[in-house]
């Protein structure tokens, strides 16, 4: 997959996403809260972001190859500008 088809698959799943679950910045926002209950602690939702990209990338190391975990960076680093 070249980094221009990255990209644009990405855009097609943050659609989706969307579509599925509403803006990502009020998601961002309703996980912030929950994490800010679990943790004890307060969770903004740029936080979140940083979480998943980290989580993602915990995969990658496992398998750097895994295709969805990269575009699932790339997806959450895009949403961090919005959040």
């Known amino acids: ?8 698959h990405t855009a097609k799943v943050l659609e989706e996403r969307r ?3 509403g803006e990502a910045a009020d998601q961002f926002k309703a996980i912030a809260a929950r ?12 936080q ?4 998943m990209i980290d989580l993602k990338l915990s995969r ?4 750097p ?17 919005e959040v």
């Open 1 to 8: 997959m070249t980094s221009w088809s990255i990209l644009g």
């Open 19 to 21: 579509d599925d679950y």
């Open 35 to 46: 994490w800010s209950i679990t943790l004890d602690v307060p969770v903004t939702p740029a």
């Open 48 to 51: 979140v972001a940083l979480c």
């Open 60 to 63: 990658l190391a496992y398998d």
């Open 65 to 81: 190859r895994h295709a969805d975990s990269v575009v699932d960076v790339i997806g959450y680093a895009a949403l961090l500008r």
